[in-house]
């Protein structure tokens, strides 16, 4: 287990949950240009009041239900592409676009942890990868409106 690594048990499935936000940043923060880390970390902040705020925490934390048919994974990746969007805007379009998925990486683990804290719900590390695959291909998508023909052309590209 990585140094640091948290490990909370989970449910019947027998997964666990290592992922912390500390450690996604410093995965993150050692790959990164020296002038984009006070940046990320800016936008990282932004994104932690916007997620334990008192006038948008419920609003955001309301809609983890795990009595639902809709999979964690699937409400995680569609709320941090939510925040990042919020976030996004309020900048009026100004944060790096390089920065966007990795603060998002690290406040969708930051949301991780508490949910597993308060036992609201129960994520695993194979939830944290599959909410980040949606949440990267749902911004780039939002924010980069020839994603679809990206993606189009791949797929004939191959065939």
Do not use: W
């Amino acid at each position: 287990m990585p140094e640091g690594a948290e490990t909370t048990e989970v449910g019947e499935t027998g997964g666990k949950f290592t992922i912390t936000a500390d450690l996604v940043s410093k995965h993150i923060v050692e790959k990164m240009k020296p002038d984009d880390v006070s940046a990320m970390q800016r936008v990282v902040n932004a994104g932690m009041k916007v997620l334990f705020s008192k006038e948008t925490h419920s609003q955001i934390f309301d809609g983890i239900r795990p009595a639902d048919q809709v999979p964690i994974a699937d409400e995680l990746g569609a709320g941090a592409t939510n925040i990042m969007l919020i976030l996004f805007k309020e900048s009026k379009n100004s944060i790096p676009a390089q920065l966007i998925i990795p603060a998002g990486a690290i406040l969708l683990a930051k949301a991780c942890e508490f949910i597993n804290e308060t036992h609201l719900a129960v994520v695993t590390n194979d939830d944290y990868a599959d909410a980040m695959q949606m949440f990267s291909a749902s911004i780039v998508h939002s924010l980069d409106p020839s994603f679809k023909g990206k993606i189009s052309g791949q797929q004939t590209q191959g065939a």
